[in-house]
Each structure stands twice: as structure tokens, then as C-alpha cells.
């Protein structure tokens, strides 16, 4: 097949069951490695969606609740001195706020002020912010600076940082760091083999061939994105990955599964936003509720994996040049599970 704008992989399901995948692009420009549905893509935003399911399994688990307050989780843990006194953190914001981005707490990354993630972090460097704690001072600066604090509370108001917070209530909740919890708890349970958080100057683990994401000057977008992924994006998977991911959580599909319940509830529109609707860490369609999705934009990136409850179909394109676009194949596959 061939494209004239794209660069990446993508690929259609039945379930588990392959329906169409290809790419198109380089996944390595320095050794002219052609993309390929079996590597591992970074997933920007879409990340949210693997953060989400991790906080809803705590909770199957009766570990935390949805309506708990996640200062009081923090400062409960057995580490709070990390998080420091966290008084820019109001107690009205709860774990269930955060997920559908109605706690009006302050986002160190507004991209509706900047898309630069430089300048986002006030010029640290990016292999300096590593841990979710170690973003809260660039949050309780914003906190500092608002004229009205908390002015977005009760309304949908898109956060990166709220679901940093929810990697910190992860880890204080598992006693776990957030990557390991993610690689023990969701993506090797869920069978995703190529789906991790990686470090971008570390060797991947084996059998995990990372692509390169490159910017529109040719660059790769190594200084552009933080050193490892976190609550809020930087997740690394691929299309059948995601297949299996969208499989193992459908409620319908694992009705007594602990998770069900409260996947349900994820997966029911909430709050509208962007011309969508939302539920609990998932994009859910306007125009057909019962697709539910994620996505996710960085310098290089551009993820997307929808999944229709109905026909038991997803789509997951990944792709890695900012000077392409994923228009052809969404011209060409997007009915696939529509």
C-alpha cells in the first residue's frame, strides 16, 4: 500500500483478530528502518487511558476510591515528605475529579498556553523530571500565578497535571513506581508484550524495538518530551497491543471481571469537552456513544486507538513525523469501525 502523507503504522481488529495493519515511513532514519506494526510507539496523551485503567483496578481492589481525597492518599503514604507540604493541593480535589478533569486543579502543561513541553518546564532539562513529584513545583508555581485559584473547578478543563497526581496516588497507594506498577499490574496481565514506559536514553527490553519520532526540522523529539513517560503521556505500544487492551476492559466482553463495573462507568459520557464527550480517562464519541477512544498529540507524535463496543472493531494509528499526517489512513480505515 502506499501513502503520500503518513508515517507510522496502524491497524484495524476484530476483537484480537487481525482485519488490516501496514505503515508507511522510517521507524529509524539514521539505519533506514522502515516502520512496522510489531514496534513500539510513543503514545503521547493517549497514555491517559493506561493511567486511567490503573487507578479503576486500585479501586476494584478496594486499594482507594473514586471519591477519595487525593491529598489525604499522598500525605498517607509511606513517603510523604517527597511530595512537600502540597498545600497548593485543595481537598475538595478527589480521585474521581481528576480522572474526568473537573478538579480545577492547576496543569504545569497548559497547551492551551504553550505547546512547547520546554517551556512548560521553565528550562529544566527534560532528564531531570523522572518521577511524578518531581513535577508538583512547576503545578504549585502555576498555583502561585493564578489570579483565581481553582477557577475551573466543577468544569471540564483538560489536565496533564491532574493525572500526574494520579501517578503519585498510584505509587503511593501500590508502593510501587508508577512504571513498574504499569508493567506488573496492567500491561503484562493484559498480554500488551510491547507496551511499557521507556526511557528515551535506555536500552528497551528485549524483544522491544522502539520507532524514532522525529520533529518537522528532521530531528528525533528526544529533548522534547520528558526523558520517560508519565501519568499524563509517554506510553510506548502498538496496534495489536492495544486490541488486546480494548478486548480485556470491554465490560460486555468480561462481565465478571472486578474491573467491569467501574470500566462501565469510564466509559460512560460524563462530561463534553472538545467537541466529544468524556468519561473517566476515555474519550467517548459525540457522534456514536458507543465509541470509545484515546489520543494523543506530542512534537513527533500523533496517536489514536478507537474501539466500538458494538462490533467489538478498534482502530489504533500511531505516527511518528510531525510533518505527516494521519488523514489517508483514517480516509481509508476509519469505517472499519464506525
Same mark, same amino acid.
Given at each position: 500500500?502506499?501513502?503520500?502523507?503518513?508515517?507510522?503504522?496502524?491497524?484495524?481488529?476484530?476483537?484480537?483478530?487481525? +482485519?488490516? @495493519?501496514?505503515?508507511?515511513?522510517?521507524?529509524?532514519?539514521?539505519?533506514?528502518?522502515?516502520?512496522?506494526?510489531?514496534?513500539?510507539?510513543?503514545?503521547? @496523551?493517549?497514555?491517559?487511558?493506561?493511567?486511567?485503567?490503573?487507578?479503576?483496578?486500585?479501586?476494584?481492589?478496594?486499594?482507594?476510591? +473514586?471519591?477519595?481525597?487525593?491529598?489525604?492518599?499522598?500525605?498517607?503514604?509511606?513517603?510523604?515528605?517527597?511530595?512537600?507540604? !502540597?498545600?497548593?493541593?485543595?481537598?475538595?480535589?478527589?480521585?474521581?475529579?481528576?480522572?474526568?478533569?473537573?478538579?480545577?486543579?492547576?496543569?504545569?502543561?497548559?497547551?492551551?498556553?504553550?505547546?512547547?513541553?520546554?517551556?512548560?518546564?521553565?528550562?529544566?532539562?527534560?532528564?531531570?523530571?523522572?518521577?511524578?513529584?518531581?513535577?508538583?513545583?512547576?503545578?504549585?508555581?502555576?498555583?502561585?500565578?493564578?489570579?483565581?485559584?481553582?477557577?475551573?473547578?466543577?468544569?471540564?478543563?483538560?489536565?496533564?497535571?491532574?493525572?500526574? /497526581?494520579?501517578?503519585?496516588?498510584?505509587?503511593?497507594?501500590?508502593?510501587?513506581?508508577?512504571?513498574?506498577?504499569?508493567?506488573?499490574?496492567?500491561?503484562?496481565?493484559?498480554?500488551?508484550?510491547?507496551?511499557?514506559?521507556?526511557?528515551?536514553?535506555?536500552?528497551?527490553?528485549?524483544?522491544?524495538?522502539?520507532?524514532?519520532?522525529?520533529?518537522?526540522?528532521?530531528? @528525533?523529539? /528526544?529533548?522534547?518530551?520528558?526523558?520517560?513517560?508519565?501519568?499524563?503521556?509517554?506510553?510506548?505500544?502498538?496496534? *495489536?497491543?492495544?486490541?488486546?487492551?480494548?478486548?480485556?476492559?470491554?465490560?460486555?466482553?468480561?462481565?465478571?471481571?472486578?474491573?467491569?463495573?467501574?470500566?462501565?462507568?469510564?466509559?460512560?459520557?460524563? *462530561?463534553?469537552?472538545?467537541?466529544?464527550?468524556?468519561? !473517566?480517562?476515555?474519550? /467517548?464519541?459525540?457522534?456514536?456513544?458507543?465509541?470509545?477512544?484515546?489520543?494523543?498529540?506530542?512534537?513527533?507524535?500523533?496517536?489514536?486507538?478507537?474501539?466500538?463496543?458494538?462490533?467489538?472493531? @478498534?482502530?489504533?494509528?500511531?505516527?511518528?513525523?510531525?510533518?505527516?499526517?494521519?488523514?489517508?489512513?483514517?480516509?481509508?480505515?476509519?469505517?472499519?469501525?464506525?
Amino acid at each position: 500500500m502506499h501513502f503520500n502523507h503518513f508515517s507510522g503504522v496502524f491497524g484495524t481488529f476484530d476483537r484480537t483478530a487481525l +482485519l488490516h @495493519s501496514g505503515g508507511a515511513g522510517l521507524a529509524d532514519r539514521n539505519f533506514s528502518v522502515p516502520n512496522d506494526p510489531s514496534y513500539s510507539y510513543q503514545t503521547a @496523551s493517549g497514555t491517559k487511558g493506561f493511567t486511567a485503567t490503573a487507578v479503576l483496578t486500585l479501586a476494584a481492589e478496594g486499594k482507594l476510591g +473514586l471519591d477519595d481525597c487525593v491529598r489525604t492518599i499522598l500525605l498517607n503514604s509511606a513517603d510523604p515528605q517527597k511530595y512537600g507540604e !502540597l498545600e497548593w493541593l485543595s481537598e475538595t480535589v478527589t480521585v474521581r475529579s481528576l480522572l474526568n478533569h473537573t478538579s480545577g486543579v492547576p496543569d504545569y502543561f497548559d497547551e492551551a498556553q504553550t505547546d512547547s513541553f520546554e517551556e512548560a518546564l521553565q528550562g529544566g532539562p527534560n532528564n531531570q523530571f523522572e518521577r511524578p513529584e518531581q513535577f508538583f513545583p512547576l503545578t504549585e508555581q502555576v498555583w502561585r500565578t493564578q489570579e483565581t485559584q481553582y477557577a475551573f473547578r466543577n468544569t471540564f478543563k483538560y489536565s496533564n497535571g491532574g493525572f500526574v /497526581i494520579l501517578a503519585a496516588a498510584v505509587e503511593a497507594v501500590s508502593g510501587e513506581s508508577f512504571p513498574d506498577y504499569m508493567a506488573g499490574h496492567i500491561f503484562r496481565p493484559f498480554g500488551m508484550e510491547k507496551s511499557g514506559f521507556f526511557r528515551l536514553d535506555g536500552r528497551a527490553p528485549d524483544g522491544v524495538i522502539r520507532a524514532t519520532a522525529y520533529l518537522e526540522n528532521g530531528r @528525533s523529539n /528526544i529533548y522534547s518530551v520528558p526523558v520517560i513517560g508519565g501519568g499524563d503521556g509517554g506510553a510506548y505500544t502498538n496496534p *495489536q497491543d492495544m486490541a488486546r487492551f480494548w478486548n480485556r476492559l470491554d465490560p460486555e466482553l468480561n462481565p465478571g471481571s472486578p474491573l467491569a463495573v467501574l470500566v462501565e462507568e469510564a466509559w460512560t459520557p460524563g *462530561q463534553e469537552g472538545e467537541g466529544n464527550l468524556y468519561g !473517566l480517562g476515555f474519550w /467517548i464519541s459525540s457522534k456514536n456513544p458507543r465509541i470509545v477512544f484515546l489520543e494523543g498529540f506530542d512534537p513527533g507524535v500523533q496517536f489514536f486507538s478507537f474501539y466500538n463496543r458494538s462490533t467489538k472493531r @478498534s482502530l489504533t494509528i500511531c505516527l511518528n513525523d510531525e510533518k505527516m499526517n494521519c488523514d489517508e489512513v483514517f480516509a481509508r480505515y476509519f469505517s472499519e469501525v464506525e
